[in-house]
């Protein structure tokens, strides 16, 4: 059983910052990419930013130079600083991570969503 717990989401204004925690546990053999994932309310889920275990990341246009994913992989816990918060970044942001429990199968895992509203 794998769980993925998220942390720090909430209330901010515009030009505010927030930082995201998403930690893995249980039958963990290895981890792959580990990333973020967001939800507005009427449109579809989008990738926000993700780090693999080699350390190469990718972001989404619209985030770059405003957020940093960094990963502590002794804790199996990823990151997503948020700085210069915007009202169209209010979404329910979700932790993405590619497992393996058993060494030769990679699956996807989900976090619950942690809320982030950006006020005007």
């Known amino acids: 059983q794998v769980q993925l717990v998220e942390s720090g989401g909430g209330l901010v204004q515009a030009g505010g910052s927030l930082r995201l925690s998403c930690a893995a546990s249980?039958?963990?053999?290895?981890?792959?990419?580990m990333g973020w994932y967001r939800q507005a309310p009427g449109k579809q889920r989008e990738l926000v930013a993700a780090?693999?275990?080699?350390?190469?990341?990718d972001y989404a246009d619209s985030v770059k130079g405003r957020f940093t994913i960094s990963r502590d992989n002794t804790k199996n816990t990823v990151y997503l600083q948020m700085n210069s918060l915007k009202p169209e970044d209010t979404a329910v942001y979700y932790c993405?991570?590619?497992?393996?429990?058993?060494?030769?199968?990679?699956?996807?895992?989900w976090g619950q969503g942690t809320q982030v509203t950006v006020s005007s």
């Open positions: 249980g039958s963990i053999f290895s981890i792959n990419t």
């Open positions: 780090k693999t275990s080699a350390g190469s990341t």
């Open positions: 993405n991570a590619d497992i393996s429990t058993t060494g030769w199968d990679i699956l996807p895992y």
